[in-house]
């Protein structure tokens, strides 16, 4: 029986719903919409009676604001169109979860496998609107046709036609059945089977597969299980998803041909990640004691004092968010808690970052087929990102956005984890990993789905017209709130030995990934716990449906693990149990389906790009500069920047306080509205020792340089937790690479510079993280961030994000930006060059003059060692209590710095840079590193300039009560001119 129950609010209620899409369809789409008012409608499929039913409808609404009704409400008054949309069969519908839990506990008793709820929400708009308007509205702003079906009825057909109260049931059931691939001697056949299958395999790739299974050996083993000669479409699958880039990071692991063009030098590069990434963390380990797990698990592990260890983990989610902003965003979020969680015997969360590298929300031109306005695409990623922070119960810390038109074609959606790992579990340390022959294979938490098959081999191609709709997966935070306790639960008493994430790859990952500690895993796919009927094995393996989570159980510890799942609400499914038998093998009601020799599948099969990569420093112009007398106006088009300006807006609607550990907040000063450098927080309530979370981002240096890129963005980093007092000898990194395809091809002509450009980013690396010992603990690498829909290719400029993790000894002694009192000094330290190369200043010039890639130039550069005198100085004034405000200069220069310092603490500055021994414009938007503008009392200066006696340091001038930024012979803007453009560029955005 299918019971309809539609929900709308009492006449006179606020809708704070419908309100959002008037805002968002005259932002995003000039529509005019007089009103909006909205409707929740529940289908209930469930064997229920017409009372219980009527129990079930007063439940789900809210009887102080709300009104429900069986099958269909009251016509709301003077509406012209009504508009429905729903999600397909088969997809993820959080909400209808939820109310199938609360339908459980109203009838009393399990539900059976039909019974469920389905959810789907109605527009009622009013408005000199036209069909067309409203279903534009539907397609470009508030649903995906993904995974989503819309309807449009006008006022008379709405009344005319009887309430929908059919259900988006999956009702397809196909045969279930294993095919045999055979892999003929046609390289175009090959080829057909890869791209066809989504499986990214190249040409060498498929031909190695094949070899393998030409081998006798091979042979006689399959002989053996009555498998055939050829593999079965689940061996074929988890071969594709175990080699993909996005699991096994072909590029960092393949081999270089490098040339460097200006001077003359050549050689081969076995693994950047070996060669650079990994092999500076080694080297700097020699001289720290305080790495703990690093490379080797799901996150990075550092010491934190005797009792725990934090735990950090930075991913990327750009492909399904470019098809599905809010649903891919969701389960970057969710996805990278399970990170920490599956990291060692398992971490508590404590707090989530995120950044997104997007296209202008004003992007005004023609988007490309295929593509969505990136207004449309920010939104949803927002909205994804708070929605699974928010309900999971773990505060954001820090958020950037960066906006360039590259970033059209695939947004950078990062999302992170910080966490705590106690230092020993039941015994024995907390980062270990083991397991022993005869354990169970356990997957717990969420079901699995056609959502999320192909993620790995997805994210690992351009995106194409062909990108597969089920690739995108939905999280559900609630379902892995109680997953995430239930663990944390096990872990301390001991019921598991070994735990990972179930992400890329599904099971067909995570299951043989696991395996490898005992030599061999077998599981058996009847014990699969599934959203629907109708899956094919192979899907049921490398599906990537969120919330779930592999475990190895002890046979002794199965009773009370599946009693203490029971207790907490979450599902378990023993499926098979680790071996060594050297296999990973796969059944199916007991027949075996796939049996894939674990050598081969992750250490000798998939072969080693070789690729070329040639380094000739690109020719890029600067724009036209003259002097001026006045840089006021100037200063106030900065502060309005789009990548300047203040993201307030949006950020307000995280949770930054759920714990109550923060201290130094994301957004800091008398009105709390200026960023900060970097975030401080307890992590231990009773323990002044804090955390201290940063990160340095900045994509225009690429175009000139990403040697100068990668030491500018690591720098900015590390000096950020400088600025608020973290301690220099305790900060860790972690790299993001987000590339547009640097493997030369046909489709990449300019493959082999691309190339190049990342080769000098991962020099650049290992030169200063060992020069400053700050090790990269754990990373990920995205190589394919290209786009070929409707026809263009857009290509992503070279990106690299890092993000540090710092300590300090005493929250407390926090030092935040904004200015605190009238008559306190104010002082530059560090130096000041001609840097202004892809500077804000130049991008600025380069867009007024017509030319928005002329801005060219000297990208600031890093002198580690003068850097590493003045952050030990740094350290040691915070120490010391001498800085009453301190931050780091970083894009807009020593002129927007100062400006945020007069906003955050509501006061002036009287400021004279002529001292620094540059013109005006350099002095005041040069974008040189290592700097910091700090305040001190009257009192203390003295002593702070003994402290850096021989390093770069001037006195620029006072602070102020009038409320003016003065910068002598260069500007003079009151606060009012300076928040204006500060504030208003993206607010209500």
């Not at 049996?595 to 020719?619: A, I, N, Q, R």
Request: charged share 25%.
């Amino acid at each position: 029986m299918i019971y309809r129950i539609e929900i709308g609010l009492k006449d006179g209620v606020p809708d704070a719903r419908g309100r959002g899409v008037i805002h968002r369809a005259e932002g995003a789409l000039k529509m005019a919409i007089d009103e909006c008012r909205t409707r929740d409608v529940y289908k209930v499929v469930a064997s229920i009676d017409a009372d219980t039913a009527a129990v079930v409808q007063k439940t789900f609404a809210d009887p102080v604001v709300a009104e429900s009704a069986m099958d269909r409400l009251p016509a709301p008054v003077n509406f012209d169109w009504m508009l429905e949309i729903g999600f397909k069969p088969g997809v993820t519908d959080n909400i209808g979860r939820t109310a199938r839990g609360a339908l459980k506990d109203i009838v009393g008793r399990e539900l059976e496998w039909e019974e469920q709820v389905y959810t789907c929400m109605q527009y009622f708009l009013s408005g000199d609107l036209s069909r067309a308007d409203v279903d534009r509205l539907g397609k470009d702003l508030l649903a995906n046709t993904l995974i989503q079906t819309i309807a449009v009825f006008s006022a008379a057909e709405w009344q005319a036609t009887a309430p929908d109260v059919s259900a988006p049931i999956f009702d397809d059931h196909p045969e279930i059945k294993v095919n045999v691939v055979e892999l003929p001697d046609d390289d175009a056949a090959l080829m057909k089977i890869s791209s066809e299958g989504i499986l990214s395999l190249s040409l060498e790739e498929m031909h190695t597969i094949r070899n393998h299974y030409l081998r006798d050996d091979v042979k006689a083993h399959r002989a053996e299980l009555d498998l055939p000669e050829w593999p079965t479409d689940i061996e074929l699958e988890c071969i594709a998803q175990t080699w993909s880039e996005h699991c096994s990071h072909k590029v960092f692991a393949g081999t270089i041909n490098y040339k460097d063009e200006e001077t003359g030098e050549e050689e081969t590069i076995h693994s950047l990640y070996k060669t650079y990434v990994k092999a500076s963390t080694k080297k700097i380990e020699e001289s720290i004691d305080w790495l703990i797990s690093v490379f080797t698990d799901n996150a990075g592990i550092v010491k934190f004092n005797e009792d725990i260890h934090l735990v950090y983990k930075v991913e990327t989610h750009n492909s399904p968010s470019a098809l599905d902003p809010f649903g891919g965003s969701m389960t970057g979020i969710v996805g990278v808690n399970r990170d920490p969680l599956g990291t060692g015997m398992g971490a508590a969360l404590v707090s989530n970052v995120w950044g997104y590298c997007l296209g202008s929300p004003f992007y005004d031109k023609a988007i490309p087929e295929g593509l969505m306005h990136p207004r449309r695409i920010r939104d949803g990623v927002h909205e994804g990102v708070i929605a699974g922070g928010n309900e999971s119960g773990i505060p954001y810390s820090r958020g950037f956005e960066c906006f360039d038109e590259r970033f059209l074609g695939k947004p950078l959606v990062y999302c992170g984890t910080m966490g705590t790992i106690p230092v020993t579990v039941t015994g024995g340390p907390s980062e270990r990993k083991e397991i022993e022959i005869g354990d169970w294979t356990v997957m717990c938490g969420g079901r699995i789905g056609k959502d999320g098959i192909h993620g790995a081999t997805f994210s690992s191609e351009e995106l194409r017209t062909e990108s597969p709709a089920q690739a995108v997966q939905i999280g559900d935070p609630l379902t892995q709130r109680k997953l995430y306790e239930f663990i944390l639960e096990a872990r301390d008493l001991g019921l598991f030995r070994c735990i990972t994430d179930n992400g890329a790859g599904g099971i067909s990952c995570s299951f043989g990934e696991m395996g490898k500690y005992s030599g061999g895993c077998e599981c058996d796919l009847a014990g699969a716990p599934l959203k629907y009927e109708g899956l094919q094995p192979w899907e049921v393996l490398v599906s990537e449906a969120q919330e779930r989570m592999t475990l190895a159980v002890q046979p002794e510890c199965r009773e009370k693990f599946e009693a203490l799942a029971k207790q907490r609400d979450v599902e378990v499914a023993f499926m098979g149990t680790y071996n060594d038998s050297g296999y990973f093998t796969v059944k199916q009601d007991g027949k075996v389906i796939a049996s894939l020799d674990m050598d081969f599948l992750y250490e000798t099969g998939c072969p080693t790009l070789v690729m070329p990569g040639t380094w000739k420093k690109p020719v890029v112009e600067a724009p036209a500069v003259e002097a001026k007398a006045d840089y006021s106006e100037t200063l106030t088009k900065l502060m309005g920047d789009l990548n300047l300006c203040s993201r307030e807006y949006k950020s307000r609607i995280y949770d930054g306080e759920v714990k109550g550990l923060s201290v130094v907040k994301p957004y800091v000063g008398v009105n709390s509205d200026v960023p900060s450098d970097a975030t401080v927080m307890r992590v231990e309530y009773n323990n002044d020792r804090g955390a201290v979370l940063a990160e340095g981002i900045n994509p225009w240096y690429s175009d000139i340089d990403t040697y100068d890129m990668t030491t500018s963005v690591i720098d900015e980093a590390v000096r950020r937790v400088i600025a608020v007092g973290g301690d220099m000898n305790r900060i860790a990194i972690l790299d993001n690479y987000c590339w547009p395809d640097p493997v030369e091809s046909d489709k990449t002509p300019d493959g082999a510079y691309k190339m190049a450009q990342l080769v000098r980013s991962n020099k650049a690396l290992y030169d200063l993280t060992t020069a400053y010992k700050t090790p990269a603990v754990s990373g990920k690498d995205s190589c394919k961030n290209d786009s070929s829909r409707g026809g263009k290719k857009i290509s992503i400029p070279p990106t690299l994000l890092v993000s540090s993790i710092g300590q300090i000894d005493d929250v407390k002694k926090a030092v935040t930006m904004p200015l605190k009192d009238a008559g306190d000094v104010i002082y530059v330290i560090g130096e000041t060059k001609d840097e202004l190369g892809a500077s804000a200043y130049y991008r600025l010039l380069a867009e007024e003059q017509g030319v928005p890639m002329n801005y060219g130039g000297t990208v600031p550069a890093v002198d580690a060692d003068k850097a590493l005198k003045i952050y030990a100085a740094m350290n040691k004034a915070t120490d010391a209590g001498l800085l009453k405000s301190a931050t780091t200069p970083s894009k807009g220069g020593l002129a927007v710095s100062l400006a945020l310092t007069t906003i955050g603490g509501q006061l002036g500055a009287d400021v004279d840079l002529s001292g620094l021994g540059v013109d005006s414009s350099t002095a005041l938007f040069s974008e040189s590193n290592s700097r910091f503008v700090v305040s001190v009392a009257p009192e203390k200066a003295a002593e702070l300039e003994a402290l850096f006696a021989g390093l770069p340091i001037a006195k620029v001038g006072t602070v102020t009560a009038d409320k003016t930024l003065k910068i002598a012979g260069a500007v003079e803007a009151n606060l009012d001119a300076l928040v204006q453009p500060f504030k208003s560029t993206l607010h209500g955005v």
